[in-house]
Nanobody, 131 residues
């Protein structure tokens, strides 16, 4: 069974930092792109960042580029999102997922080969940025 467990969320003031982690199990982690997607209250989900299976290629939406850094440790089956200079508009539930490619405008496109046409998703972790 595929499991994705995101952690590291919390409440911070604007300008602060947080590091999210996602622990994966139940699949061959180093064969999959890993993706962070967020959903703010009352808004559609937005792609944030993704990283290739070997970690050599990363993608970011324009809204987080230069502030967020995605990384992965294939030996530990984890993917992380280091977030700096957080803004109130970064407030959202952050999900990790498999095999979605992020575009600069925040769209996310499934690039895997699952018959259902979608990747696996974790339960999310809340990030709140407020003064």
């Amino acid at each position: 069974e595929v499991q994705l467990q995101a952690s590291g969320g919390g409440s911070v003031q604007p300008g602060g930092s947080l590091r999210l982690s996602c622990a994966a199990s139940g699949f061959t982690f180093d064969e999959f792109y890993m993706t962070w997607v967020r959903q703010a209250p009352g808004k559609a989900r937005e792609g944030v960042s993704c990283i290739s299976s070997n970690g050599n290629t990363t993608y970011y939406s324009d809204s987080v580029k230069g502030r967020f850094t995605i990384s992965r440790d294939n030996a530990k089956n984890t993917v992380s999102l280091q977030m700096h200079n957080l803004k109130p508009e970064d407030t959202a539930v952050y999900y990790c997922a498999t095999d979605y490619l992020i575009t600069e405008d925040g769209s996310y496109l499934y690039i895997g080969d699952d018959n259902a046409g979608k990747g696996s998703w974790g339960r999310g972790t809340q990030v709140t940025v407020s003064s």
